[in-house]
């Protein structure tokens, strides 16, 4: 499974923008997209998940109410929107993949719980 994250770039406090994660490869073998990010000096930390089949999304605090995780069947491709942004959402997001066959019992809220990753993408919120 290959995965590319666009979307990032500069916006002022309170605008919008659109992740988007394409995803290849062994497609069929996913069974949950999920998105990440890390800011300068900070670890990884969870953003927003659903299961590859659209039915379940999952949110981080920090992002439930401004953020939207969809999915695109005919693409393959993932999106985060990303609304209200504030100067603390500033991080190189990462969109990430669990596939069936990976380890059982792991948190989809952390890192562990994906197998595959794609390069990040740098979010910039200016206040």
């Known amino acids: 499974v290959q995965l590319q994250a666009s979307g990032g770039g500069l916006v002022q406090a309170g605008g919008s923008l659109r992740l988007s994660c394409a995803y290849s490869?062994?497609?069929?073998?996913?069974?949950?997209a999920g998105w990440f990010r890390q800011a300068p000096g900070n670890e990884r930390e969870f953003v927003a998940a659903m299961s590859w089949s659209g039915t379940n999304t999952y949110y981080a605090d920090s992002v439930k109410g401004r953020f939207t995780v969809s999915k695109d069947n005919a693409k393959n491709t993932v999106y985060l929107q990303m609304n209200s942004l504030k100067p603390e959402d500033t991080a190189v997001y990462y969109c990430?993949?669990?596939?069936?066959?990976?380890?059982?019992?792991?948190?989809?809220?952390?890192?562990?719980?994906?197998?595959?990753w794609g390069r990040g993408t740098q979010v910039t919120v200016s206040s």
């Open positions: 990430a993949a669990r596939s069936l066959g990976y380890i059982s019992g792991l948190s989809l809220f952390t890192e562990r719980g994906y197998d595959y």
């Open positions: 490869g062994r497609t069929f073998s996913i069974s949950r």
